[in-house]
Structure formats: C-alpha cells, structure tokens
C-alpha cells in the first residue's frame, strides 16, 4: 500500500514519523507534495519518502490519500484531484471543520472518506485522534485506515458534532499541558534548581502521573486522595492552587478554545 502526503506541515510530519516509528509502512511507500517544495522536497530526501511534483500525480500514485492542508486550502486541493480520484480510494483528511459531508460534496458522494482530529503526540506513538468515517468507508478499506490511525496511538470513534470539542481537550490540551509542565519547571528554578533539571523532574513526574492513571482505572480524584495524607505539605499546595483558580483558569480556557474554533467555522 501507499500513502499519499498533500500538505507537509506540522502535523502531517508528527503522522508521517509516527507511521515510520510503529513500522507501519516501508518510507519511499509514503508520497508527499505540498505547495513549497523547498520545504517538502528536503524532508522527503531526509526521511527516504517519495516526492511528487503535483497533486495529481501523487493521488494517481496512492492507495490512499491524506489531505494535510489547512482548511482553506481543502476546496481548491480536491477539485484539482477530483478528477484523478478513484471513487473507491479512500480519503483521510485531517483538516478541521470540514465535515464529510462536505468532502463528499467536493470529492464523489461514493467516495470512502474517513475525517480524523489527531494530535501532534502521534508523532511518538502517542497521539490521541477522534476519528468518524463516512457510510462509504467499509470492509478492507475501513480495516486498513483504522489501523492506520491505531499505529499513531489511541483512538476515539466519535459523532463529528463532539469534534471541536474533542480537538480542545486533546490537540489544544498538548499545549496547556506544557504550559503547566513549563509552570513547574519555573516554580523549580525559584527554589534553587537550573531550569534544565526543574523541567525534568516536572516532564517525568507528569508522565509517571499519566501512565499511572491510565494503568490503575482509577479516576483522578481517587489518586490525588491517596497522594494527599492529612495535614500535609500536598493538600496544602492543592488548596493553594484552588484558590487562586486553577481549575476556573482550565475551564475556561477550554471554554475559549471550543468558542473559537465553533467561531471560525
């Protein structure tokens, strides 16, 4: 099987490394193409992945294709392949906001087509992606694009209407997560450690505390009470925290992340 790249940016790489890593696919299986090929080309040399010089071609060339580009960027990039897509060829797009009834509209209403939300951890084999797939996509199709997304990490099968907020808690989350990870590590250097060690401890600490959530089935609540002993330095820093609005400050930045995105689309 090949897979055809169109659109090289963040996200496609944090992908196209995840398939490499998991061994899902040989590297010169994998087609790029993308607007700037000074950008494109030499990633493909460095990864051993096969560049093509048009939309067209690489979709000729494909098993299936995965549109990468930005969301204004869909509609012009499917009516130049609309006419080299086989209507059986599936397509995995990944741009937000563009639900699969419009991709149907824009492809063939025949076309197989599965629309994932992944995040930039699937680079890692840790990525967390919501995937729905249209009634079109079935049988070894359906088979070959779910494991797919499976070698990139854990996946959700979602109604397309929990999308946006799936993406804030998941592919938005990535960022506030290091943001708090950053937070320790700075709450670190004001105690007397270099900033280099602080966000070690904080990067490892943060990593345990989610391995050991996902492994236990306990919730987080059960695991905070079991760390908190009575009277104690942690309960202490909780309640500080608490006060000063932690979890209004999450909220509502998930809040305004959801209303953002709804916004735009």
């Known amino acids: 099987m090949k897979i ?19 061994k899902f696919i040989e590297a010169n299986d994998i087609l790029v193409h993308s607007q700037h090929k000074e950008s494109y080309v030499p990633y493909a040399q460095e990864h051993g992945l096969t560049s093509c010089d048009t939309n067209s071609e690489l979709t000729q060339k494909s098993d ?20 080299t897509l086989n209507p059986t060829q599936p397509v995995i797009s990944m741009a937000s906001g563009i639900t699969l009834d419009r991709l149907e509209e824009l492809t063939d209403y025949n076309q197989p087509i599965l629309r994932i939300l992944p995040n930039v ?39 397309e209407s929990q999308f946006a907020n799936f993406s804030a808690i998941s592919g938005s989350a990535v960022a506030y997560i290091d943001f708090f990870i950053d937070a320790l590590s700075r709450a670190g250097v004001k105690y007397g450690f270099t900033k280099e060690v602080a966000t070690k401890i904080a990067t490892q600490t ?6 050991s959530l996902i492994e236990s089935g306990e919730t987080p609540a059960e695991i905070i009470d079991k760390v908190c ?6 309960i202490a820093g909780l309640l500080a925290m608490e006060q000063a609005g932690l979890l209004n400050a999450v909220v509502k930045g998930i809040d305004a992340t959801i209303e953002k995105s709804t916004g735009n689309n």
């Open 4 to 22: 055809g790249f169109i659109g090289v940016g963040a996200m496609a790489r944090a992908i196209i490394e995840g398939l490499l890593k998991a």
């Open 206 to 211: 943060t990593l345990g505390s989610a391995q």
């Open 121 to 159: 951890n699937s680079a890692f084999n840790a990525g967390m992606t919501a995937v729905a797939a249209n009634e079109n996509l079935t049988g070894d199709n359906l088979d070959y694009t779910m494991k797919f997304v499976a070698a990139l990490g854990e996946v959700s099968e979602m109604p």
């Open 64 to 83: 299936v294709v995965v549109i990468g580009v930005v969301p204004g960027v869909v509609k012009p990039v499917l009516n130049e392949i609309a006419g």
């Open 229 to 234: 002993s009575p009277g104690g330095d942690t």
